[in-house]
């Protein structure tokens, strides 16, 4: 390995700090203030510690890199680039945030090869990298062997100030301390600026105690901004303690290299401009022209292409002789990064007829969990402090989780929703085949939606599997009651939504879910018991809405049902035929995957004709007059809820079977 | 005042635990495990320390008490009932959990006088606590006068182990300390179970070095099953504490009493049941019958009535010291109390021509609130670190709400937005007038969102200046452009979603939720520049949606359009109308106002029969199909949006006078 010389480290660290600049300036739009002054620690960091292959950005047992402070973006951008990664050329930055561009205006999975997490809405990076340590640490029990360490890598992450304001960090990391997470290392650019200007206006806590408390190993580089050496000590040291996750505050100064720019709020989220840029460019000494990097830079920092290819190499080795040696084991783990699903991993899923007992459909999920799981040696999941709640537990399956125990899937969150969905993203961008699944209370959607959205938006095939879906939940109340979370859900892009109406369409809402490797799904599964139906199967939940059922000809009334309120819809249906109506019964157990059928066999279910349409179920109305127009109506629950018995609440606001009779004879009169 | 002996005590605190056994026995339903393990310090505290006035819920020098622990109920339910609250009858208790009754699963304030603050979701309480403090800080600086203290009480709160960990909790107790909120005092149950279980399967970190981290005073107090002395002399160290809010951790059994369950997870949310009931009351040497409280008992607690009068009747006494010697100040307190709003609050709000320059609608909400700032004093907010980015400053008002400057009224929150909603929350729950608001981006309104169902819950008049609120929020790409978020927010019950159009609409949207005391709303305002409309008003937003330009007759096409795009409906309109077609354009400044019309108006500006209908909004189509129907469409945003700048964005998703044109011939053809 070449070792820099000062200056060549220095000539490094400002290429990162003007190509910022340019592309910033360019765009006239964006952060330059973290990478100007976090240039240091990302030079050092991806340099000297890094373990990637910017040939293969996808390469396994890379290190994986989160920017938590997601603003900071050109950092990352910059750090590609110069490391040779195709997929940031110096015409993508010169893109930077334009439309079709691989350089956005924060770091998105899906947009640009190298980038690990999505990031920009603050602590959720960090807390997706607590997820890719589990990922790690749960994969290196499973398949290391004594003579093979095939799984081996650190997950290091840059987070700023904003990051650990926000509550979810806290979460994560506390989590992460608990869980003696060693691998994981996070560098702390503290700046003291926020947008409101210094940090001291709202933030004077001692963030390194505050980690202390949680568990973490930490330290402190006083100048970040020069102390290249201090850095690279520090990653070192953290690399060394190898029974806690590491925090090294690292102190630097926003925007540095601009005389009178940093140091304040207004180079966090601002361009630098071009008079201030001529400053810059005086006070670094930078005498390129906007864009250009000087060669002695690229030749520098693109030795890691040769050096990932060597890493790679030697680990296809590992893994060659893993796989002659554990044979098994070595199909099992390629299967895995193939994302292939096992052969028959959904062979014991149950279907139910009218006869077997009504149960929960929370209960019928954990039956599926509990089948699936022999089956599925990827699933991996656990519940924020509701297990018995969610029965998010996998029958036969006994102990969870721990430093001591990392082979074992389960994870037990405590009460922290928002880190759960931010760990199960962290585990889904793993890649590594993993399929990560988190219970809590369907209302507590509220407190973890940043990530759940987060989820959908990168592609992430996380399982919510959230229990206590409506007013059933009963006695604890409105607070406890999901009334508009259902349809605040639906209103997500790229989230699946299921409310499945009995134990065949909770099997078929996991089979679809298990096999939405690129979408997350949320479960949402009643606390009261639901009886089974005759004309409901696994199969038909992948239409999304299908005919339950069906009188001859075209019907005069159709009825919409989910979950809990599907049986209501069934009784109605029967008692209007017996008085002569045509009526047919329709079940949306997942509104989102019947959008997504043909308009004929959409026709076919609703037709345009039949104006008459009821929708039942126990949520808000909103968004399902986009079924039942302006000529329908609903039996819904339009106001939040009241702490009784789940059937009182039931009765009281309606979801009868004589409310639904009259509710639809005013349709048919 | 009587100071009870050890036995008595001993009485009072079995009381309240068999209170709780009773009732959760009765309905076979509830939470158990907290308010026997919490009953000695929920008595010390009441008894020895609470300043509050049992025939007068509402006093306002009261001290505040917040359940954080929620799920605790029953102990609150027998505080309120021990010590004289009328609200809280023996009959009450034995109606716990039911339909009607005011013993609601989880605390209600809507239901329970008494009861502060509605709690449940864990983790909101203690932030709602710190929401409290601040309001008792600045009211205390705005009008205690060196001779006259009229504003003098403490909050406190108990919270679990559940609460420490959400991070909302972690948010506001770093700011708590940051404001050094010395008259906040938090009692911490540390009773080391959780609902999975013992908290060392998720949960080990030292929370009492986080809080000294946060720069809290922290205590310890070893046996809080019957270290009753103990628990006293800690809370008087946490009062001597005033430049410090205070944790005091105090480690107890949960269950304490039942031989069997205590110390376990199956205590804490569920019935003891019979058999370990009869135990119990052995163990605790509990001789009475179920819901039967000793006579001494309440004579002893119930000294608190008498305690109350006479403190409300100082305090009156004062009030009307400081009225005379201060009369204007004395006014406005009374004002502030009684909830009027100042005369002429409201008449500088500003009104606006086609003439006047195009503005983001943030920027006329920063307009609007420098302009009602000087006339509404009670107004009192900030930002999640956004402040130059929501435009949430009081033109002309410089410095904020500080440890030393607690008189001011801006509020920089740091970036913790949940934190943030759920303070707000407790500026509202402190019920003073105060009228508190705060920004961010729409897009994080995610970060808050169990928060803001609470304020709707609540019926708290909070208002969310949420800015960003689009695709057009340009190059920052689609972690930070809501698209969903609208609709997620217009699902949710008793929150009305303002998303003004115009400047007229931005001034008619801050004159509903000022007025709205007891209902949230959110501003959903625009990062770039609308044009202001000829026929928009103040007024008219009262109505929710209106006619904004109209053709002669019944139209041939309603274009209903809202906030930046409602200008798009209008351009539209008028191409349309010039080729011949009748054409109405309708404003949507707010659903839900809309939709409290009676049908007489909503069937003027909607008529059933026309049926050729668009709407352009720049956010998810869910839930527009209530006014477009089957035979309608819409211009909208039904997916991630993109990096790019905004202008790019709106112009490639659709978002075009061409594109609204083409639909609308689809339609018409």
Chains 1, 2 share one sequence.
Request: aromatic share 8%; hydrophobic share 35%.
């Amino acid at each position: 390995m070449v070792v820099a010389s000062a200056s060549l480290d220095t000539l490094c660290i400002n290429s990162i700090r003007m190509l910022a600049v340019d592309a910033i300036n360019k765009s006239n739009s964006g952060h330059p203030g973290l990478p100007m002054g976090c240039a240091p620690m990302g030079y050092v960091l991806w340099d000297k510690f890094l373990k990637h292959n910017p040939q293969n950005p996808k390469w396994f047992n890379r290190d994986r890199f989160v920017l938590s402070a997601g603003h900071g973006c050109m950092l990352l951008y910059a750090l590609l680039h110069l490391t040779g990664y195709e997929s940031v050329s110096i015409e993508d930055i010169k893109q930077f945030r334009q439309w079709g561009s691989r350089t956005p205006g924060h770091p998105e999975t899906f947009e640009t090869p190298g980038v690990e997490v999505t990031t920009g809405p603050l602590g959720a990076g960090i807390s997706n990298a607590v997820g890719l340590a589990i990922a790690e640490a749960h994969l290196a029990a499973k398949f290391n062997k004594p003579d093979c360490k095939l799984v081996d890598h650190y997950t290091y992450a840059i987070m700023g100030d904003g990051c650990n304001q926000e509550g979810v960090s806290g979460e994560a990391c506390s989590l992460a301390g608990h869980l003696k997470l060693g691998k994981l290392i996070a560098l702390y650019d503290d700046n003291h600026i926020t947008i409101d200007g210094k940090t001291d206006v709202s933030f004077t806590e001692d963030v390194l105690k505050r980690y202390e408390a949680y568990g973490w190993h930490v330290q402190h580089v006083q100048d970040g901004n020069v102390d290249i050496k201090g850095i690279e000590q520090a990653i070192e040291k953290a690399k060394a303690v190898t029974d806690k996750p590491s925090l090294i505050k690292i102190t630097t100064t926003i925007g540095y290299g601009s005389p009178n720019k940093s140091d304040t709020a207004g180079v966090h989220g601002a361009p630098l401009g071009s008079d201030e840029t001529t400053l810059t460019r005086q006070q670094l000494g930078w005498s390129y022209a906007p864009f250009e990097v000087p060669q002695e830079v690229y030749d520098y920092f693109r030795q890691a292409v040769k050096r990932g290819l060597s890493q790679e190499a030697e680990w296809n080795e590992t893994l060659n002789n893993y796989k002659s040696r554990y044979t098994s084991e070595g199909a099992e783990f390629e299967r895995m990064l193939r994302g292939d699903l096992p052969l028959g991993w959904d062979k014991d899923l149950p279907s139910y007829t009218p006869s077997d007992n009504a149960l929960a459909s929370r209960k019928h999920s954990q039956i599926c969990l509990g089948l699936l799981g022999p089956n599925l040696p990827e699933l991996i999941g656990g519940s924020a402090d509701l297990t018995h709640s969610n029965y998010t537990d996998i029958k036969g399956e006994t102990g969870s989780f721990q430093a001591k125990s990392p082979e074992k899937r389960y994870l037990h969150f405590g009460v922290r929703e928002h880190a759960m969905a931010a760990i199960l993203n962290g585990i889904a961008y793993h890649g590594s085949g993993l399929i990560p699944y988190g219970g809590t209370f369907l209302v507590f959607a509220d407190y973890m939606r940043g990530s759940m959205r987060l989820s959908a938006l990168s592609g992430l095939g996380v399982i919510y599997v959230l229990t206590h879906d409506s007013i059933g939940v009963g006695e604890d109340g409105p607070t406890h009651q999901p009334v508009e979370t259902i349809p605040s859900l639906r209103a997500m892009p790229n989230m699946l939504v299921f409310r499945p109406g009995d134990g065949n369409e909770t099997s078929g809402a996991y089979k679809i879910a298990i096999q939405n490797r690129n979408r997350p799904s949320v479960l949402a599964l009643s606390r009261q018991n639901i009886v089974n139906q005759a004309n409901s199967s696994i199969e038909k939940v992948a239409f999304g809405g299908y005919i339950l059922e069906d009188c001859e000809g075209l019907p005069d009334l159709i009825l919409i049902g989910t979950g809990s309120e599907l049986d209501l819809c069934v009784q109605a249906g029967k008692q209007l035929t017996q008085e002569g109506h045509k009526v047919r019964v329709v079940s949306m157990p997942c509104v989102e995957l019947f959008e997504e059928q043909p308009n004929s066999y959409k026709e076919s279910v609703l037709p345009k004709s039949v104006r008459r349409r009821i929708v039942v179920e126990a949520a808000s109305s909103y968004g399902w007059h986009k079924y039942i127009g302006l000529d329908g109506t609903t039996v819904t629950m339009d106001r939040f809820g009241s702490s009784a018995p789940g059937d009182t609440c039931m009765e009281k606001f309606g979801f009868t079977l004589p409310n639904v009779i009259a509710k639809a004879k005013a349709l048919l009169s």
